[in-house]
């Protein structure tokens, strides 16, 4: 974890704008750890923390602009795009609409802690027909909720870095875990109703 905060101390707020883009790319980008560490750069006064804040939440929006762009002109078939390297890329889109049409737009508040949800909540926003200043109102909230979370933590534990990089990647394995359980579990009951309907209708 000391490479990292040294890395990020020479490279500055451009890194981290480069992690979330990653990030929101579907790539494997650590930007929770990079943030983690810029809090604790912060803390030394090497980094100033509201300027990593606003770097941070300006980039989710950026990023994330152009995946609800592209769900209002496209729909689904940026769903598929985004769960093509699935197995069944049709229903995955389906299970993940059926999840934002329950919640709604409220579901960028929390979309960026669980892993996979995060990957499809600006595509659905945009699909859903949300209109463009609910989108900026709810993506900045949920942005700015998960990168003070984050630079926070490393903030104020910036002389246990190593022993918070820890539990955040155990939180992470958790969530994506939990997030995998809800979906099986919505789905089987999902399969478990249509059989219902088919008997009944047969």
Same mark, same amino acid.
């Given at each position: 974890m000391k490479e990292t905060v040294q890395f990020l101390a020479h490279h500055g707020y451009w890194l981290l704008a480069v992690a979330v883009f990653g990030r929101q790319a579907c790539l494997p980008v650590p930007a929770n750890l990079l943030l983690v560490a810029a809090g604790a750069l912060s803390h030394m006064g $090497?980094?100033?923390l509201t300027s990593v804040l606003a770097s941070v939440v300006l980039t989710f929006i950026l990023a994330d602009l152009a995946w609800y762009e592209a769900g209002r %002109?496209? *729909?689904e078939r940026t769903l598929h795009l985004i769960f093509g390297l699935s %197995? $069944? @890329?049709e229903n995955s889109a389906r299970r993940a609409s059926s999840v934002f049409a329950r919640h709604g737009v409220r579901t960028l508040l929390i979309s960026k802690?669980? @892993?996979g949800v995060d990957a499809v909540a600006a595509p659905l926003a945009g699909a859903s027909g949300v209109s463009p200043a609910r989108f900026l109102l709810f993506e900045g909230a949920g942005a700015t909720l998960w990168s003070a979370s984050y630079t926070v933590? *490393?903030?104020v534990f910036s002389d246990q870095l190593? %022993?918070?990089a820890v539990h955040v990647v155990r939180i992470g394995a958790v969530l994506g875990v939990l997030a995998a359980t809800t979906l099986a579990i919505y789905f089987g009951r999902y399969v478990v109703r249509w059989r219902r309907s088919v008997r009944f209708s047969a």
């Open positions: $090497d980094l100033h %002109r496209w *729909g %197995r $069944d @890329p802690f669980v @892993p933590l *490393g903030y190593d %022993r918070v």
